[in-house]
């Protein structure tokens, strides 16, 4: 038997790759530090800024039809959403962030565009703190280095065949 063949994006800079992140802007305290993260490990990884647009959509019920508009027009190679959603006492929580959860998916699904879910969904304003640049890292961050590593998984794919 031969030596079974492991496909895996590395984090090297994807050479011509392009990067499109969507944010909402809805608390912006929060969502502007998962921007600063992900431009921060794109940049970090040599991605050129020439090659990434980033969009402002007003919150995170609308950030998938961003998505979609930026996966559909095969001018990018991954798509990063960025947006925290914080509970309230009321359950619209669960509608924005099942919207946003499911219209990403969505998108990904349907195009084969690698969509990036940096999304917070937190019960308080403090966990999601924690999560833009504080003691639990940036999810910003780890959105766009994972987008790195999708579209170095896909060139690998596409290389072995798949
Ligand atoms: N949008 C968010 O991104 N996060 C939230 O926590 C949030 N809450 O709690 O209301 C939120 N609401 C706005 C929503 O995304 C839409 O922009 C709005 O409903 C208009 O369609």
Redesign the pocket.
Known sequence: MSEHHTLEGTFATPDGARFAIVI?R??HFITDRLLEGALDALARHGVPKGSVVVAKA?????VPLVVKRFAESGKVDAVVAL????R?STP??DY?AGELAKGCGAVMHETGVPVLFGVLTTDTIEQAIERAGTKAGNKGFEAAVAAVEMVNLRRAMEAAGY
């Open positions: 909402g809805f608390n007003p919150g995170g019920y609308e947006a925290a959603v914080i309230g619209h929580f924005v």
